[in-house]
């Protein structure tokens, strides 16, 4: 069945913040409660959540810290859905579901690693609400920085050019696909060195996008220290890796998020390291 258009607006964010319901990051947490907004507050983790009452859900997916996609689990009447698709593409998982959603949020910091230009967009079926999301970024930031949104607009080309016109040559989702599998593989087979660590494991689909098949390729890695340790952002910083714990995510501190996307040069110190840990 031919699938119904949608209209969509499109307006650009200067530096997107989400908040993670799925999964509650502290610092989403932290952000909401400093506003002291009179419409609305902070309600944890999602799982818990039962009140008969208006709210809104955040859905990340993939999800940070872990890598797995999620879907909205509060299946109240009086609620609304943000999906923050930073990390949906298909260097990380296969894209295997269309994303229709009413409102979707996506970067070039993680779509290209291009972080500084603070630039995001989002997608917003409702006219109103869009309206709306303008005006707060017209007063929160007074515009977005025209410099940004030419940096943005040029990395973005530069991206589908590759795409459009790859042929026999490697585009640039090729590429950001082959480096985040070799990590991966790399990753894993230092852990497997050791018996003081694990890693979760993805279920393989099929990328529509690319034609591939394989599993997430997230991120970050959300490293678990197994046996008696239990501080684990601790203990891998007593061997000289510099990681995030769990307790800043909202679990356990025997998890510790590591990133995947630093320069060459860690990504080895990092696997060495991790692999000469016992």
């Known amino acids: 069945m031919e699938r119904q258009k949608q209209t969509f607006t499109v307006f650009l964010l200067r530096s997107i913040c989400s908040y993670q319901f799925n999964y509650p990051l502290q610092s989403y947490d932290l952000m909401t409660n400093y506003l002291k907004s009179g419409l609305h507050k902070w309600a944890?983790?999602?799982?818990?959540?039962?009140?008969?009452?208006?709210?809104?859900?955040?859905?990340?997916?993939?999800?940070?810290?872990?890598?797995?996609?999620?879907?909205?689990?509060?299946?109240?009447?009086?609620?609304?859905?943000?999906?923050?698709?930073?990390?949906?593409?298909?260097?990380?998982?296969?894209?295997?579901?269309?994303?229709?959603?009413?409102?979707?949020?996506?970067?070039?910091?993680?779509?290209?690693?291009?972080?500084?230009?603070?630039?995001?967009?989002?997608?917003v079926k409702d006219r109103e609400i869009a309206k709306k999301m303008t005006k707060y970024m017209e007063i929160n930031t007074i515009g977005v920085s025209k410099d940004s949104?030419?940096?943005?607009?040029?990395?973005?080309?530069?991206?589908?050019?590759?795409?459009?016109?790859?042929?026999?040559?490697?585009?640039?989702?090729?590429y950001s696909y082959e480096l985040m599998a070799k990590r991966w593989k790399e990753l894993r087979e230092a852990v497997n060195h050791t018996e003081l660590f694990s890693l979760p494991e993805f279920p393989v689909k099929?990328?529509?996008?690319?034609?591939?098949?394989?599993?997430?390729?997230?991120?970050?890695?959300?490293?678990?220290?197994?046996?008696?340790?239990d501080d684990c952002e601790r203990f891998l910083r007593d061997h000289k890796i510099l990681t995030r714990?769990?307790?800043?995510?909202?679990?356990?501190?025997?998890?510790?998020r590591a990133s995947m996307v630093s320069r060459e040069k860690e990504f080895k110190l990092f696997t060495k390291r991790l692999s000469e840990i016992k």
């Open 206 to 229: 099929t990328c529509s996008f690319s034609g591939r098949t394989f599993g997430q390729l997230p991120a970050f890695a959300w490293l678990k220290c197994n046996g008696k340790v």
């Open 44 to 123: 944890g983790d999602a799982y818990k959540f039962d009140k008969q009452k208006p709210y809104i859900e955040v859905v990340t997916s993939p999800n940070n810290p872990d890598g797995s996609l999620r879907e909205a689990v509060v299946n109240g009447d009086q609620g609304s859905l943000i999906y923050d698709l930073a990390y949906y593409w298909p260097q990380y998982t296969p894209i295997s579901t269309p994303m229709d959603h009413d409102i979707m949020l996506f970067t070039t910091s993680k779509c290209t690693g291009h972080a500084g230009t603070r630039i995001g967009w989002a997608l």
């Open 245 to 256: 714990g769990g307790e800043r995510f909202g679990a356990s501190m025997k998890y510790a």
């Open 149 to 174: 949104q030419i940096r943005a607009a040029k990395i973005l080309q530069a991206v589908l050019g590759s795409v459009d016109h790859g042929g026999n040559n490697e585009t640039f989702f090729d």
